[in-house]
Nanobody, 121 residues
């Protein structure tokens, strides 16, 4: 089995910063793309940022210049540094990973349980 466990959410004032962490554990042969999605009340889940195992990064337009995604391949961890937070960043943030468990099996998608980020105005 594979688990993704997030940490680092919370309540912060507008303009503040938070750092999210996500650790993948279990029977992992290789971790491909990892990333963060978010879902605000009444809205669809959207991609915030993702990063391939080779380091190629993609950001959602509204977070460019404010959020930074990084990963530690050796530890199967992904991070999201969020600066200059705005009330519209308030959402549940979900960690995501494409994980290969066996050489003969295509990668599967895994999700964390979500961590709440609330930005007060």
């Amino acid at each position: 089995q594979v688990q993704l466990v997030e940490s680092g959410g919370g309540l912060v004032q507008a303009g503040g910063s938070l750092r999210l962490s996500c650790a993948a554990s279990g029977n992992i042969l290789r971790t491909n793309t990892m990333g963060w999605y978010r879902q605000a009340p009444g809205k669809e889940r959207e991609l915030v940022a993702d990063i391939t195992s080779g380091g190629t990064i993609n950001y959602e337009d509204s977070v460019k210049g404010r959020f930074t995604i990084s990963r530690d391949n050796a530890k199967s961890m992904v991070y999201l540094q969020m600066n200059s937070l705005k009330p519209e960043d308030t959402a549940v943030y979900y960690c995501y990973a494409q994980i290969v468990r066996f050489a003969w099996r295509p990668p599967d998608n895994y999700w964390g349980q979500g961590t709440q980020v609330t930005v007060a105005s």
